[in-house]
């Protein structure tokens, strides 16, 4: 997706997200981010107010868990990559081998190259990643047809402690024009901070994967905070036909 959702010189996308992730840092790190997966010029600043609140913590986050949905293609569960290295214009990102086998046993848990090669939900998170954290493994997770509880197993299986960050990818309404857009996703930002793993294809793209963490993460007790919503109207100014985006952050008592 370089060139298309974000730049494809690394001189420029460095800027770019050095940019986006200006502001206040937190002191207190999040377990887990939920972020929006469009191109930066629409939903770059709006992942930069999440992954800025890592970078307090970036030496001590050596892992990733990334789990977004699948655009492309139709499958039931959930599917790793064949490939051991993912590459943007900032470098490499190895696939952590040990997670994989640790989630290929599992029955709903599949490897499918297919699934990931021209997913951009996943791969717009990475220049993000490499720039605040420097350098990590990825656990990559694209999520076809599932229930939450079976994506909340899978999580479990690899949640692991401090070291550990779950990103969670999704936008949220699609193609309503801006009042009716923020409208909806209000209620359903509501929802995601109520922990509630209900939520529909029309509240967020990104369902299957945020139903299953939502649900996960009320049974492990994290704390939600919303970070920054917008809408595609807010950066582009056509207000008839939008998409909303959100980021949230999720900590551990």
């Known amino acids: 997706m370089a060139g298309r959702f974000y730049p494809r010189d690394p001189a420029v996308l460095r800027r770019d997200i050095t940019a986006y992730l200006e502001g206040p840092r937190a002191q207190v790190v999040p377990k887990a981010l939920v972020v929006p997966h469009a191109g930066y010029m629409y939903s770059g600043r709006v992942a930069g107010v999440a992954y800025r609140q890592i970078a307090a913590s970036a030496a001590?986050?050596?892992?990733v868990v990334l789990l977004g949905p699948s655009h492309q293609l139709a499958f039931v569960g959930l599917a790793l990559p064949a490939a051991d290295v993912f590459e943007t214009p900032l470098g490499l990102v190895p696939v952590d081998a040990d997670g994989r086998r640790s989630l290929c046993s599992h029955p709903s848990v599949v490897i499918s190259g297919r699934a990931h090669e021209f997913e951009h939900s996943l791969e717009v998170q990475l220049p993000f990643l490499q720039t605040v954290l420097g350098s990590c493994s990825l656990l990559p997770l694209v999520a076809g047809s599932a229930s939450a509880s079976t994506v909340a197993e899978v999580l479990d299986r690899v949640w692991g402690g401090p070291e550990t960050l779950l990103v969670i990818s999704t936008d949220l309404s699609h193609y309503h024009d801006d009042a009716s857009?923020?409208?909806?996703?209000?209620?359903t930002s509501g929802r995601i901070l109520a922990l509630d793993a209900s939520l529909c294809g029309s509240d967020a793209c990104g369902c299957v994967g945020l139903n299953g963490f939502l649900l996960?993460?009320?049974?492990?007790?994290?704390?939600p905070r919303e970070l920054a919503r917008c809408t595609s109207g807010d950066v582009c100014g056509d207000k008839s036909r939008v998409v909303g985006y959100g980021a949230y952050a999720f900590y551990d008592d």
């Open 60 to 63: 001590a986050i050596n892992r």
């Open 181 to 187: 857009a923020k409208t909806l996703d209000e209620r």
């Open 216 to 223: 996960a993460a009320k049974e492990r007790g994290l704390r």
